[in-house]
T-cell receptor
Framework: GDSVTQMEGPVTLSEEAFLTINCTYTATGYPSLFWYVQYPGEGLQLLLKATKADDKGSNKGFEATYRKETTSFHLEKGSVQVSDSAVYFCALINSGGYQKVTFGTGTKLQVIP | DSGVTQTPKHLITATGQRVTLRCSPRSGDLSVYWYQQSLDQGLQFLIHYYNGEERAKGNILERFSAQQFPDLHSELNLSSLELGDSALYFC?????????????FGQGTRLTVV
């Protein structure tokens, strides 16, 4: 079945540091890939998405590129802020199925001033 | 504000009891999804309803059931509760089936079973 593997957290960075959160996936067909973010005390929000190979999703300074050859969708940001502290979830939906989203386990990011 | 409303926000109950969690989707959204988020198992898909009909089940226990009503709100019923059922339960809604674009999540109901 489909699966998503994320790097384990927590990840602790100083403000303005470079962020990478690794995400790899296993799926048949051609899945769409997503990053969701969960701020403390809130539900999940879509951060960015990519629907085909080599697409780059971007939002709020975050980027991720759909790499079919390495089955990866790593999240990056050039300069993190304290307000980026949250849990980040990588997710996919397989084009062959209906709309069940498979989530990774989440990576907690803590940014310190 | 995502537009998805979940009630109650917090629930504390004893083992063996039954509870009902409620979700009101965004206006116009026909699909409702339920997820369970626990510390040891991450985010688990439970069930999906579309326009009143069950469309898919994930890792949902037989003690759990759900339904979506004609006004599109949904309820998740959890019975014979066990300590391990303590978790955050999220509801999400989206416009409908077809190419998945975005699901909007509620703030969740935190269930504590004591």
């Amino acid at each position: 079945g489909d699966s998503v593997t994320q790097m384990e957290g927590p990840v602790t960075l100083s403000e303005e540091a470079f962020l990478t959160i690794n995400c790899t996936y296993t799926a048949t067909g051609y899945p769409s890939l997503f990053w969701y973010v969960q701020y403390p005390g809130e539900g999940l929000q879509l951060l960015l998405k990519a629907t085909k190979a080599d697409d780059k999703g971007s939002n709020k300074g975050f980027e991720a590129t759909y790499r079919k050859e390495t089955t990866s969708f790593h999240l990056e940001k050039g300069s993190v802020q304290v307000s980026d502290s949250a849990v980040y979830f990588c997710a996919l939906i397989n084009s062959g199925g209906y709309q069940k989203v498979t989530f990774g386990t989440g990576t907690k990011l803590q940014v310190i001033p | 504000d995502s537009g998805v409303t979940q009630t109650p926000k917090h629930l504390i109950t004893a083992t063996g009891q039954r509870v009902t969690l409620r979700c009101s989707p965004r206006s116009g959204d026909l699909s409702v999804y339920w997820y369970q988020q626990s510390l040891d198992q991450g985010l688990q898909f439970l069930i999906h309803y579309y326009n009143g009909e069950e469309r898919a089940k994930g890792n949902i226990l037989e003690r759990f059931s759900a339904q979506q009503f004609p006004d599109l709100h949904s309820e998740l019923n959890l019975s014979s509760l066990e300590l391990g059922d303590s978790a955050l339960y999220f509801c999400a809604s989206s416009v409908g089936q077809g190419k998945f674009t975005e699901a909007f999540f509620g703030q969740g109901t935190r269930l504590t079973v004591v």
